[in-house]
């Protein structure tokens, strides 16, 4: 958890199921096709089912000029919510429905300083 915060930090991986090795207690990356059974690393609470794992648009991540694929379990796409994505800190600014079950995310780049 971030400290003064209560969201919980979640993971996402890209196509090349990218898992951020800085982060061991976030949630493990999770394919489309084959969702994991849930597990103390995964924000779904015990008794909820499977999460469905969905292909979300990311816009607004540092370095890519346009929207990539990533990841997600459908009940961590909430604005405000905290993810990694190749090392860098990232928070949901916004979901948008875009029809047919097509979902998009607007990320916005946290940058911590000590």
């Known amino acids: ?3 003064g915060s209560d969201n919980p930090e979640i993971s996402v991986s890209s196509s090349d199921n990218y898992r951020s090795p800085f982060h061991p207690e976030a949630v493990t990356s999770v394919s489309a096709a ?3 059974t849930p597990t103390d ?3 779904s ?3 909820e089912e499977n999460a469905k794992a969905v292909t979300v648009r990311a816009y607004g991540l540092l370095g890519y000029t346009r929207s ?3 990841h997600f379990e459908i009940n961590a796409l909430h604005p405000e919510r905290i993810f990694y994505f ?3 800190r990232y928070k949901i600014a916004s979901v ?3 029809g047919e079950g097509q979902i ?3 990320a916005v780049s946290i940058e911590y300083r000590t």
Request: net charge negative; with cysteine.
């Open 96 to 98: 948008v429905e875009m």
């Open 86 to 88: 190749e090392g860098k």
């Open 1 to 3: 958890m971030c400290p």
């Open 68 to 70: 990539i694929d990533l």
């Open 45 to 47: 609470s015990p008794n």
């Open 34 to 36: 084959t969702p994991p």
């Open 104 to 106: 998009a995310i607007n």
């Open 41 to 43: 690393l995964q924000i």
